[in-house]
């Protein structure tokens, strides 16, 4: 008990000693202490702010001149060609199945090569198992016969991918006067179109017109 | 010897460099709470310079003039992605009616194809003629389309015939497409 009291009077008394021997550096460390504090506390945390205000304003500004650039280009084009431009390739590559222009085609294109048609049939497959690996475009396989040699075959289906030129042959069987085709019709439904005016646009390329020129030449249904 | 023993003037000495590294501390502690309290105004006024928010509001003013032509936007975009399903799927279809233009083009008038069958891989045909020269022109057509046109990777005559009643050649051949 005695040895405590005395310890407690030791170290109050060193305390004090040491107190009143260095209270002249206390106010001067405590300032340093503050500094380093602040350097932690507000500086750093505020050099950081800039810097990522630093990319954010270099990021605005790419986003507003692609915006602007953007309203340029979308202003130059014209609405008219463009309807007509989404049209072709609608008919080249319909949204829906088109089992009346396919019909259609496929008459017209029998007429035209002087083929008689005889029995066809549809073959869809199911949806989600048929969509081709390249385009994820549906396809529909009509299986169909005429009343002709090869050389009418030939010319029926040149007729029919006047009309459908995304339509394509697979598998075509002749015998003396009756041929059986199988041929594969292609169709995609809407994807919805997301617009990021962020996202730069650029007008059609010329490949692209070209493909479109290409495509408009053909009786597309 | 009596510098060692003067207590006064050793305590002298070292008073005054207590007090040297006292005057440093203090200059240092108040340069440096200057030099943090400066650090921050300079980045302060700086991000404030920045005017990030004036460009947000030239931002939104560009994005309501874009709206104004989104739809045109819309069609665009949409045109373009058919474009590129379409350009995929010529790209990846077969070359089947390049196939049969070409193999009609080495059939002779006056050979009758009994049948014909082409699919993907192959070509499997039967003709019949009376003219040997004609089959031997057809056979000869055959041989440019593999060698030189690459339209078959092989060709293979399966059979030869002849009736001798009607005096007609019948052949079959299959070609195997690369």
Known sequence: MNTGIVKDVFDQNTFRLLYYKNKVYLLPFLLIALAIALVYLAVMPQINDYFSYLDEEKNIKERVNVVKSNTNTLLAVDETNLDEKLKVVSSALPAEKDFGGILRAIAQAATEANVVLGDFSFQIGELSASKTKVTNAYPIEISLSINGDIVSSKQFLRMLMERFPLSEATNINVSESTSTIKVLFYYKPYDSVNFDPGRQIQPLSQDQLSLLNQLAAFKLQ | ?178
């Open chain 2, 1 to 178: 010897m009596n510098d060692k023993i003067n207590l006064l003037k050793g305590s002298k000495a070292k008073r005054f460099r207590q007090e040297k590294i006292l005057k440093i501390i203090r200059i240092s502690s108040v340069v440096s709470l200057t030099l943090v309290v400066l650090t921050s105004l300079i980045f302060f006024f700086l991000k404030f310079r920045l005017g990030v928010e004036s460009l947000k509001e030239k931002e939104n003013a560009a994005i309501s003039q874009i709206t104004a032509v989104s739809k045109k936007a819309g069609k665009l975009l949409y045109a373009e992605s058919r474009i590129k399903d379409i350009s995929d799927i010529l790209k990846k279809r077969s070359t089947f009616d390049g196939v049969i233009t070409e193999t009609v083009n080495v059939i002779p008038s006056n050979i009758t194809v009994q049948s014909l069958n082409l699919d993907k891989k192959n070509l499997s045909m039967t003709i019949t003629s009376s003219s040997l020269l004609s089959i031997d022109k057809l056979l000869n057509g055959f041989e440019n389309l593999s060698e030189n046109k690459k339209i078959f990777a092989k060709i293979t005559l399966e059979g030869l015939t002849v009736d001798p009643k009607t005096g007609k050649y019948t052949i079959s051949l299959t070609g195997n497409l690369p």
